[in-house]
């Protein structure tokens, strides 16, 4: 009862102060958890996730020593920009899932990332992988993740997740909502910014992500994943992430497409 006034109390105080702005845009800046709520939950949903094989076939790093080498490397590459918030507290680890159909990837509150072998065999450069990447890694650093969870599953079910009292169903269920998670609006252009500003200070071209919309468009796709949503409209947001690496004055234009063909072709 209590977390429920505390909760109907930061809504009031946020649309009190913030009355110039959109109630959307204040609503979904509210996150009710701390950021060690955000490590705990993140734990535990990992834990659920590599558990499930057939849900999340985890590629085995054993004889992919290479490809983790690699994947590891651009974490680490946007880790060191200088612009993750949580660049110490959170575990950012990161684990690629063997499934080549699916052109996916997304990031547990406490940044635990996951990278489908599909999204990486789609893609065409380096910079591009570190784009989309980047965009995951700003939904959990940015806490829009946690954020929107709640409005999901309630306060109390992922609190009952974070006490480590797991109902297994219900561990399941957000780990597999995870992957397929739908921000807001105000969400996906935030994380679309933080990719660039990651990658701004980087060797990177810092519009990478924008390869990847321009790819899916010049393929027709129908059928887009999930982590990278439809609103705004993808040329929207090619030009919206370009102008803001433009705008940054960003100098960065490795792509790395030998290195990353070179990785497409280790992946079994």
Request: charge should be neutral; include cysteine; hydrophobic fraction near 35%.
């Amino acid at each position: 009862m209590q977390t429920r006034i505390l909760l109907l109390s930061l809504i009031i105080s946020a649309f009190t102060f913030n009355s110039c702005g959109s109630l959307q845009k204040t609503v979904d800046d509210i996150n009710i958890f701390s950021i060690q709520d955000d490590i705990a939950l993140g734990k535990q949903v990992s834990q659920q996730i590599e558990s499930d094989p057939k849900q999340f076939p985890i590629l085995p790093e054993r004889g992919n020593e290479e490809a983790y080498r690699y994947i590891r490397s651009i974490t680490q590459k946007i880790l060191n920009s200088g612009k993750v918030t949580y660049k110490s507290q959170f575990a950012w680890q990161v684990k690629i899932i063997q499934d080549d159909k699916t052109l996916n990837a997304f990031c547990t509150p406490g940044g635990y990332i996951y990278v489908y072998t599909g999204l990486i065999k789609f893609l065409d450069s380096e910079d591009q992988l570190a784009g989309v990447m980047g965009h995951e890694i700003a939904h959990a650093d940015q806490r829009h993740s946690t954020n929107q969870m709640t409005k999901i599953y309630g306060i109390d079910a992922l609190r009952f997740i974070i006490t480590g009292k797991q109902d297994p169903g219900l561990l399941e269920q957000i780990a597999i909502g995870l992957a397929s998670l739908k921000f807001s609006r105000n969400h996906e252009e935030e994380a679309d910014e933080y990719s660039v500003r990651y990658l701004c200070p980087t060797e990177y071209k810092a519009d990478g992500a924008a390869g990847f919309f321009i790819k899916l468009q010049s393929k027709g796709s129908s059928n887009p994943p999930e982590f990278l949503s439809t609103h705004p409209d993808p040329g929207n947001r090619i030009l919206s992430i370009r102008g803001r690496a433009q705008t940054m004055g960003c100098k960065g234009d490795n792509t790395n497409v030998s290195e990353y063909n070179r990785i497409k072709k280790l992946l079994p």
